[in-house]
């Protein structure tokens, strides 16, 4: 099993979800995160022009079988993609074991 | 006329000052809560309860009187010859219907965050409808209070009392919020939004300034005048007493005991704030803001639960300035206390049996209190399908 | 005077129900929008509209009249003799400006969130400045509908209805928030804090005291009590209306829809209030609240997309509070209802008519819609270059 | 005895706009600070203040009188002949006691997020019960300056740089924030919620409307209606002002600075509000929104880092509005413009200098500053032990 | 080491603390994420009817040394499980080395 | 790859970020956690005196690239320490892959 952190861009969270979907990848968890990186904004406060790199990202914590790995990254791929810089990362780690509380299945039928 | 948008205006202090210091998963049922009691409060006065708390001449026992169902207009009463040139009937119905409400309000703090809403309403329906308008109807609608020569200028006893005796029975007969007493030790749960308290004992004391004010009623400028400056020393006066005890007993800083003091000063003041001048003003309100720093610490160690204080506020401060009225200015002395001591002993009485029966009927039949996993998952998702806040990040990027 | 002051204040309390129906994403937009109106409103008013709407007799037709650019005192304008004693001519010019500004607010809210800023303030000044005041002559400058014997006492139809209409054709032209309609399903795109709302309609209440109280112009004491009471009982059989229909209706103990029930009973009894008595205020009260449920639905299945309800509340219930004029009170009968069918009617056309080809002309020109990507990304970052809340959480160890 | 209740609620209105521009971290501090600064305020100005600020011609000299401790109700002080049948002693001296706790409440906005609590209470101590009536004597107490011909009516010399001047020294003190000046270069530190700081300015605004209408004392419809005109116009052209000039110097539409400007607006009619025309208030009020923005600037680029906008507010538009005496409006003259510039003068070294010496006595002995640790984890845990918020995320599932 | 990366229901929380504190596991972090899963909930807003599957839940974040993995799973499972859909997940992953500030401390020591 | 996963003080957390620029280490995701451990703070809340270990500390997720783990580590160590209980901790695991989403790029490139 392979967790999969994905870092995107807020704007696009709802295309993400349904993307997802699609392939059957409706189990995941997300929160929100400050991104630093590449990517700055300019502002104007009080009379102040500041520019900052501390941008709010949406962090989705998947955990799929190997074999849906591909696919699930695949779709990251292509819906969070916007082509401007800030577009964000994916991460993937390996997930030694799997436990759903309410069955307390383990392994990869625990996941969905 | 002002007044009364003023007292209105409380009403939404008292909402904000008992969200902030409750819990964000219970917030919509406190707020809901508070708009129906306003909305009942409103509704029931117009129809029954006015009649019942000033039935006039004709219809009045010493302990109980009716005029009739609804608002019946005087002959004069668009004119201010109603009261002698001071207001109308009107005027002077949309004011009383204002405090009625009060009294639930302040049970409401009380409850929050386990009380079933409709058992609430229920129990608020009635207990404005009709305990309130005949314990009023005692002293204001010249009941057998008034004859003995009690004297409770705009409700120490009469609003604050009645709300602070059913808080106290309500609160014994629910029981405390779980987690709040573990094991014999008594937690803290924390109020969600100080902010959101401060902006309502502002809105209170502002709205006081309504409510005592108002209670003038003739609008006499002197009376006024001296009654709104005590009512405000008192209220700091308040501020700086439970400011002084918690610092002193606790080491602490407390912004929320030192709101509850200003109110607790208010309230004090409220029985006699026609009869006091500045020094009298002044030790009132200290006191009260010294009683409320003990008054919440004891009833925590009697295992009362009371999130906002409420009981503290309304009853301990209410029975204190009822006192206060024999102990310092122009009607102090030794039968004068006597005199509101059976004033309070006498609504008192009436309040805790009334609010005992009916919340006791209510326990054996509906309920009081919402399951646990209600209670611990948050009233608002259960009793609302929503909850206060969404997604309070803002998106970016 | 004190009335112009709690009209003031309804206008934070417009700003705050709207940003607490909307997301965090686009609340300093909505406050933007909404103090910029008001000082908008305020200015053009002072220098253009005031003359428009009460030209005076000298320079009246039925349709249009003006006076002159900016404020001229007349010979007696700074005593009360101005009105028979009762009020200046500053204070009456302070009062309709505050109204004034009102108009545009109601617009505000069912466009939220995704029209263009600069858009909004063109058409927010040509609105106020010219639209509002014409329509408001027509009846309270002394036009054509007064001498019909329209009766609107505070706005239902002159100030709530011509923002209504408003209000409908730039959703309609402007077309729903993305992802409100998806896949022909009605989405839900919840509000970020029923705190700020709840606070928001609590003011309305509160400002309507004035709004009404204050439109009495004479403050004679029997007639404004009597408004007073009106307008609080109707205000709480909206909620009260809203929360039996919506219970009934969806099993639901909605807040927002009591929220806006309340706002509905105030905005019903606003074309009547000194004509109503205690159980007709009751009913326009009740039947507002019941029209707030359903059009709320109605207008979803029309795929109008009114995130705070401002089309329910003020075009729905505005017309409801004018018919009433004819059922209810002093005044009912068919001949009154059909003088204000004619009212309706007449207001409705040209508010219709002059909003579309104002807006429309916008829309050729510099567009009505922010950028889809502004709208999702939120107008606060894009427009105002920041965000409303930072940093939530409080920093501590 | 309403217009009380308005300035009484205008220090919600300053509260709130500071935690609105400040830091979560700090939030409860802020609130506990202005609270206190309240209740100290009203009663010092109780016991010592007001016999300060108006000796009564028995015990005053030019520059200083004091009548004796406490108040003292003269003869026909209970009935409005106090004042030629316009307001009684009590009425007098609320409305003056919520006015003196302004000037300290000036002084918490700039020194916010850094100031020892306890240091900030002993300065506001000082400075209201013994500062602010001396420096108020000298005009409103029949003085030097009043007989000199200066003109102040409601206070922007004599409340707002009064407050200002004592601000501007503060921070001199204190210095910046931590992170406010970074090698060399101005950071931004951003206010936790731009709702909140909306709130306070329209509370601000509605407040002045008491503050403006209730300096007439004498209840005269006529100037009392000119008044709140000129304070409304000037406000909404302050907000106008501070958008154009902010909008063109930066491209952006910031809110706060458009607050800051209707509050400059605000500041600076108040010298004149009843010796202004429309057009007059207009531009005074155009001028200061633009001062507003100018101010902002300077102040950064000085290193004077002021969190609210504090000393832009009160002492640059204060002088701006006393000035604007000479220039606009019926007193308008050469003459009048040096003897404004006198009274400023004279109040500006007064403040200046005795804002010095308390500073400077308190910083050392019991010092200025938190420690660096306590200002960088924040305020609230460190003197109050709590935080402002808790759990803002809402319990589901 | 290990980290155990919990999934629970907000509401169960106090319950999971207590008896972690029980075993000695009384140093983790938490924050709060929405999770997308089986459970769905019903919602009226303003009369409409709809259900999400985005939930309010709290992740836990423990890392633990190897011989207490097995005794932290086996709390976590019991305290956290109500056998409603929706009680959450359990997943593992190896912590290649883990460093306590304070005292620079490295490997299983620096946990506690 | 490396993940590093650091728990901190917020007060420390301006500091630590200036560092890690001065190493070019100008890009991860931060957010706030509730940590459980062994600091303990006392409060007083409305009369109630009680004592609490739950504290909130910055989350911060930085994926490196191998070389430069040990002296990111290093500037961690350093930057966040005060000396006192509570400083956090600092856990590392292994990354399998990493994507940029703008870029489609994989593997240590696709980091900075
Ligand atoms: N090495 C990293 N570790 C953790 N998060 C990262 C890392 N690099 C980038 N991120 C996250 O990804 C977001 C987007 O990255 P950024 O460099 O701005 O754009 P791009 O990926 O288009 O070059 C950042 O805001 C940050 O939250
Ligand atoms: N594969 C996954 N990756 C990450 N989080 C998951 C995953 N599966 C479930 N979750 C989390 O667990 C929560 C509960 O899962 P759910 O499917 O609703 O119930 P159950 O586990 O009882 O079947 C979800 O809300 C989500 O936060
Ligand atoms: N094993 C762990 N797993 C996850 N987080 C931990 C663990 N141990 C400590 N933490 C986090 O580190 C923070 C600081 O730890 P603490 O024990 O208070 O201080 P110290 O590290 O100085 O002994 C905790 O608040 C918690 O957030």
Redesign the pocket.
């Known amino acids: 099993m392979k967790k999969i952190e994905a870092?995107i861009r807020k704007s696009k969270f709802d295309d993400v979800k349904d993307a997802l979907q699609e392939i059957n990848v409706n189990f995941f968890s997300y929160w929100d995160?400050?991104?630093?990186?590449?990517?700055k904004h300019g502002h104007v406060y009080r009379g102040v022009a500041y520019s900052t790199?501390e941008?709010q990202?949406r962090m989705l914590s998947i955990v799929v079988s190997d074999n849906f790995l591909e696919k699930t990254i695949k779709v990251l791929l292509e819906t969070a993609y916007t082509g401007?810089?800030?577009?964000?990362?994916i991460?993937v780690s390996t997930i030694d074991e799997a436990y759903r509380i309410r069955t307390k299945e383990t392994g990869t039928t625990s996941l969905s | 006329m002002i007044c009364t948008a003023l007292v209105f205006i409380m009403h939404l202090g008292f909402s904000l000052l008992e969200i902030g210091l409750t819990r964000a998963k219970n917030t919509i049922n406190i707020l809901f809560k508070n708009v129906m009691i306003l909305i009942i409060g409103i509704l029931t006065y117009t129809f029954v309860g006015f009649s019942l708390m000033y039935p006039g001449a004709d219809f009045a026992g010493g302990l109980f009187g009716f005029a009739n169902f609804g608002l019946l207009l005087p002959v004069d009463g668009l004119s201010p010859a109603y009261a002698d040139g001071h207001y109308t009937y009107y005027t002077d119905f949309l004011f009383q219907a204002m405090f009625a409400a009060t009294a639930a309000t302040i049970v409401s703090g009380a409850v929050a965050e386990r009380i079933k809403l409709s058992t609430f309403l229920i129990f608020s329906t009635i207990y404005v409808g009709i305990i309130y308008p005949i314990a009023g109807m005692w002293k204001w609608g010249g009941g057998f209070l008034d004859e003995l020569g009690f004297y409770d200028f705009a409700g120490s006893t009469l609003v604050h009392s009645v709300g602070g005796w059913a808080a106290v029975i309500s609160v014994a007969l629910l029981g405390p919020r779980i987690g709040k007493f573990k094991d014999g030790k008594i937690s803290v749960i924390q109020g969600h939004s100080i902010p959101l308290s401060t902006v309502g004992a502002f809105l209170l004391w502002f709205g006081w300034f309504g409510f005592n004010g108002g209670s003038v009623l003739s609008a006499d400028p002197g009376v006024t005048s001296l009654v709104l400056v005590t009512t405000c020393i008192s209220a700091a006066a308040g501020g700086l007493g439970a400011f002084l005890v918690s610092y002193l007993r606790y080491r602490d800083n407390d912004l929320s005991m030192i709101l509850n003091g200003v109110l607790g000063g208010l309230v004090g003041i409220t029985a006699g704030a026609d009869l006091m001048g500045i020094t009298d003003a002044f030790l009132i309100g200290l006191i009260a803001g010294a009683i409320i720093v003990f008054s919440v610490g004891a009833l925590d160690r009697m295992k009362l639960d009371d999130p906002v204080g409420a009981i503290s506020v309304h009853l301990s401060c209410g029975i204190w300035g009822t006192l206060a009225v024999g102990i310092f200015g122009s009607m102090a002395g030794w039968s004068q206390i006597l005199n509101q001591l059976i004033g309070i002993g006498a609504i008192g009485l009436f309040c805790v049996t009334s609010s005992f029966i009916i919340l006791f009927t209510l326990r054996k039949t509906i309920g009081l209190r919402v399951t646990e996993r209600e209670e611990i998952e948050g009233l608002d998702t259960h009793e609302h399908g929503t909850t206060a806040y969404t997604a309070l990040s803002v998106e970016e990027g």
Chains 1, 5, 6 share one sequence.
């Open positions: 870092i995160v400050t991104g630093v990186g590449n990517e790199s941008i990202r401007t810089v800030g577009d964000g990362k991460f």
